[in-house]
């Protein structure tokens, strides 16, 4: 508290950092972190702040842009920190780039809560980094129990990307979880981040004939594995993980993403007053629809406050 009261001095009020993928691969997501950000920041100033003790402290986010990439983000902390002299930083959104944050934020004692990053080493051993989202082993467990007893399947390949944490972390934890359901893995493939041809690995899964197709990567990258696998003439049920939420995913699939599935951590049905009333606030200020890490990235910006108060 103490903490937050000298930040708190200063001419722009209450500085919170967010660290966030506003250009790069998954730029859309950004856009929606940054949309959470700035309706939450006028929710707050609109009644008048903070309450920090017996005085209102307006706040400023200070919104940076990550890149998604983790030499980009351990920039941004280090500005954010030394430069802007924040008290809190919301971010990132990607596991591997909150894993890139994380030892800075530790370091220098300031708090770092990642709306999206569900890779469990983000937080693991960390006395100030925390997330607002569930993790990896439990997502794991949950598509491949769906996978099993929803689906019926009785064999499953992955394809993922094996140099980013987040998709190698959830890959793993399905194969496994997959495997002590009673299911068997035929196809454990992976690609590098930015690959475009998918088809030498989609040749193999094909020729293993699974069942269901895991596909726990970016709603920048599936459509195009989905469509490779289609003109290979893959016919498996495809599923995959929270990554495939934001609305740019069907506007690049298509038609092929008809009859698949993914986990989230949101819906937009949720039949929560408090939820009804964000997601209609978000669609009229932005005219768009509310993904996962909008509404996650909300939840973090109320959960810092709460905490600081």
């Known amino acids: 508290l103490a903490l937050f009261g000298v930040a708190g001095c200063e001419d722009k009020g209450l500085a919170i950092g967010v660290s966030a993928p506003l250009s790069g691969d998954i730029a859309a997501l950004g856009q929606s972190t940054r949309n959470a950000v700035l309706l939450a920041q006028e929710e707050i100033n609109a009644k008048g702040g903070i309450r920090i003790g017996d005085k209102l402290e307006k706040i400023t986010f200070i919104i940076e842009d990550d ?7 351990a920039t941004v902390f280090q500005k954010l920190i030394n430069q802007d ?3 809190a930083i919301i971010g990132s959104q990607s596991s591997k780039c909150s894993n890139a944050g994380a030892p800075i934020a530790e370091s220098a004692g300031i708090p770092q809560l990642s709306p999206w990053s569900t890779n469990p080493n983000v937080t693991r051993g960390r006395k100030y980094v925390f997330r607002s989202c569930f993790i990896d082993p439990f997502q794991g467990k949950e598509v491949a129990k769906f996978a099993r007893d929803t689906m019926k399947a009785r064999t499953a390949a992955v394809l993922y990307d094996v140099a980013s944490d987040y998709n190698k972390g959830i890959a793993e934890v399905f194969r496994d979880e997959f495997a002590r359901a009673g299911g068997r893995i035929v196809g454990f493939e992976t690609y590098n981040t930015n690959d475009k041809d998918f088809s030498a690995q989609l040749c193999k899964i094909k020729g293993a004939n699974p069942d269901i197709l895991f596909l726990p ?11 490779q696998a289609r003109k290979l003439g893959l016919t498996c049920k495809v599923i995959g993980s929270d990554s495939w939420d934001n609305p740019e995913l069907i506007k690049l699939g ?3 993403m008809e009859g698949t599935y993914f986990t989230n951590h949101y819906s937009p049905d949720v039949d929560r007053p408090a939820s009804r009333e964000f997601i209609a606030k978000y669609r009229k200020k932005f005219n768009a629809p509310v993904d996962a890490a909008a509404a996650l990235t909300y939840d973090s910006v109320y959960i810092l406050v709460q905490a600081i108060e």
Not at 217 to 227: A, H, S
């Open 85 to 87: 002299r924040v008290v």
């Open 67 to 73: 890149e998604n990439r983790p030499e980009s983000t």
């Open 254 to 256: 298509g038609r092929e």
């Open 217 to 227: 990567n970016y709603f920048n990258e599936v459509p195009l594995q989905i469509q």
